[in-house]
Nanobody, 120 residues
Framework: QVQVVESGGGLVQPGGSLRLSCAFS????????MGWYRQAPGKERELVAA???????NYADSVKGRFTIARDNAKNTVYLQMNSLKPEDTAVYSC??????????????WGQGTQVTVSS
């Protein structure tokens, strides 16, 4: 089994910063892609950032230059550093990881979601 602990959300003023973390643990053999989605009320879920197993990263146009995704493979953890936050960044942010277990099962695991609210 795989456990996921997501943390770091909260309330921040416009222009502020937050750092989200998402740690995966349990019977993990390897993790390929990791990333973050977000969903705001009344809007479709949006891919915010992704980091495959290599060094490349992908970002939504709306967050390029403001958000940075990173991963620590030794800790099976993915991070999202969010700077220059705007009210339109307000959403529930959820992490994911494409996990292969020691039982050779491959499945995408999700975090429980964390609320990010940008407001003055």
């Amino acid at each position: 089994q795989v456990q996921v602990v997501e943390s770091g959300g909260g309330l921040v003023q416009p222009g502020g910063s937050l750092r989200l973390s998402c740690a995966f643990s349990g019977s993990i053999f390897s993790i390929s892609a990791m990333g973050w989605y977000r969903q705001a009320p009344g809007k479709e879920r949006e891919l915010v950032a992704a980091i495959p197993s290599g060094a490349s990263t992908n970002y939504a146009d709306s967050v390029k230059g403001r958000f940075t995704i990173a991963r620590d493979n030794a800790k099976n953890t993915v991070y999202l550093q969010m700077n220059s936050l705007k009210p339109e960044d307000t959403a529930v942010y959820s992490c994911y990881a494409d996990v292969t277990t020691y039982g050779d099962r491959r499945y995408v695991h999700w975090g429980q979601g964390t609320q990010v609210t940008v407001s003055s």
